[in-house]
C-alpha cells in the first residue's frame, strides 16, 4: 500500500444508463476499496430508471468522493471523455456501473504502474450471474469460457503480471489522454478496442494484475445476449470506416464462422455440387457442434445441473452467430 498524497488521486470514470440494478454494488466496492484517495465520477447517459435517483442518495452521503455529470449524447465514448475532461487525479480509472472491483483492485493497479512497469494496468474480470437460475447461470459460464469469448486473458487469467493488448477496467497515466487523444466519439462501440491500438502504437505498455480482480455482472437473457453481441460485432468491422486499423484478425472469426455457415446452407442445395464434397464441407460445423456440446455438458456437470447444458448450447450459438452477423453488417454499413 503506498503512501497516498494527492499528485496520485484516481480520478475513476463511470459511464452509466439505466443501472439500477448493480451502480450501488458498483460504488460501494470503490468506496470501500483500500485505496482511499479517489473521486468517482458518474456520467450519466440520461438513463430512465431509479439510477439517478439511487446516485443522487449517494452524492448526499459522500458528497466529497462522487459526483455526476450528464452526457446527453448517452453513448458511452461520450461519457468517458465528458469525464476524462472534468477528472482532477493524476490516474484515470476507466470503471462499469454493472461492475465490482475487489478491495485492492486500484492499489494493485496502481503498484504497477508506478514501479515503472506499464502505463496502464489493469486486473482479472470473473463474469457473474446476475439472476441465480439456469439461463443466467450458463450465460455467464460461457461469457468466461475461452471458446466462447476468445483469448482475452482478463477473462482466461494469468499466473503473474502480464503485458497484453487489452485490459477490461485499466488505471491510465492522465498524461495518456493528454498525447494521444480521447476516445472516438464517432466508434458507439467497441471503443477501448481503437484506443488500446492507438495506445499501443505510441508505445505505451499496459499489464495485466492477477491480484486485482473486477467482478461482471452479465446480462440474464437471450435477447440482450444478442442484442449486445450483434453490436459488438458490427462497431468492430463499422469502425474502420472511420479509424484505420480498428481492430486485430481475431475480432473477425465469428465473421467468418457465419460466412462459412451461409456458404455451407447455399452450396448445399446447389446440385451440381457432388455429395462428398457437400460432406467435406460440414465436416467443420459437426466439429464445431462437438465441441460446444462437451463443453456445455462440462458446465451442467460443473452446477450439477443437467439444464444449464441446453442454455449453454444455446448461448454459445447466440454469443458467435450475433457477433458474426452484427460484423457482416458492419462491412456493409461501412460501404454504403
Known amino acids: 500500500m503506498f503512501d497516498i498524497n494527492s499528485q496520485n488521486k484516481i480520478s475513476i470514470i463511470i459511464p452509466v444508463y439505466n443501472e439500477e440494478k448493480t451502480i450501488s454494488k458498483t460504488l460501494e466496492s470503490l468506496l470501500n476499496n483500500d485505496y482511499k484517495a479517489i473521486e468517482i465520477i458518474v456520467v450519466d447517459g440520461m438513463s430512465t430508471d431509479n439510477t439517478k435517483k439511487i446516485l443522487e442518495e449517494y452524492v448526499s452521503k459522500y458528497p466529497t468522493k462522487i459526483k455526476i455529470l ?12 465528458i469525464g476524462i475532461q472534468n477528472a482532477s487525479g493524476k490516474y484515470i480509472m476507466i470503471a462499469s456501473g454493472h461492475a465490482t472491483y475487489s478491495e485492492n483492485y486500484i492499489s494493485a493497479c496502481v ?25 443466467a447461470i450458463a450465460i455467464s459460464e460461457v461469457l468466461k469460457h475461452p471458446f466462447g469469448i476468445g483469448g482475452a486473458k482478463y477473462r482466461t487469467g494469468v499466473e503473474d503480471n502480464e503485458y497484453v493488448d487489452t485490459v477490461a477496467y485499466g488505471i491510465y497515466k492522465k498524461e495518456i489522454f493528454e498525447n494521444i487523444g480521447l476516445f472516438d466519439e464517432r466508434l458507439i462501440r467497441n471503443q477501448d478496442i481503437e484506443f488500446n491500438l492507438r495506445l499501443k502504437r505510441a508505445g505505451y505498455k499496459i499489464v495485466l494484475v492477477p491480484q486485482a480482480k473486477s467482478y461482471y455482472y452479465a446480462r440474464d437473457t437471450f435477447k440482450k445476449l444478442w442484442e449486445n453481441n450483434y453490436s459488438n460485432g458490427f462497431w468492430v468491422t463499422h469502425s474502420s470506416k472511420y479509424v484505420k486499423r480498428a ?90
Open 70 to 81: 450528464q452526457n446527453p449524447k448517452k453513448h458511452t465514448p461520450a461519457g468517458l471523455n
Open 111 to 135: 503498484e504497477a504502474i508506478e514501479s515503472n512497469l506499464c502505463d496502464v494496468a489493469g486486473g482479472l474480470m470473473e463474469t457473474l450471474p446476475r439472476a441465480h437460475n439456469p439461463k
Open 247 to 336: 481492430y486485430r484478425l481475431r475480432h473477425l472469426i465469428p465473421l467468418f464462422f457465419v460466412v462459412y455457415l451461409l456458404t455451407l446452407l447455399i452450396t448445399w442445395f446447389i446440385p451440381i455440387i457432388p455429395t462428398f464434397l457437400k460432406l467435406l464441407c460440414v465436416i467443420p460445423f459437426l466439429l464445431y457442434l462437438t465441441l460446444v456440446t462437451t463443453f456445455s455438458l462440462k458446465i451442467a456437470h460443473k452446477h450439477r445441473n443437467f439444464k444449464l447444458f441446453f442454455y449453454s448450447l444455446i448461448t454459445f450459438l447466440t454469443l458467435h452467430t450475433s457477433y458474426g452477423i452484427g460484423s457482416i453488417f458492419g462491412l456493409f454499413r461501412k460501404v454504403m
